[in-house]
């Protein structure tokens, strides 16, 4: 039987799974785009905080 946590862990992994890479390819798309608006390379840090945090 398949426990609400157990689904829970599962949901939580494909969400990673599917959301790290576009994060990561976000990041690196920053750090090439030297004409990056200020408000939009500090948008990514804290995304990526967050991320990092959530893991």
Not at 6 to 14: G, Q
């Amino acid at each position: 039987m398949v426990t609400p946590l157990t689904l829970r862990t599962a949901l939580l992994t494909v969400i990673r799974l599917i959301t790290i890479p576009h994060i990561m390819e976000a990041v690196i798309l920053a750090v090439l785009t030297t004409e990056a608006p200020t408000l939009a390379r500090i948008a990514v840090v804290a995304i990526v905080g967050v991320a990092l945090i959530e893991l």
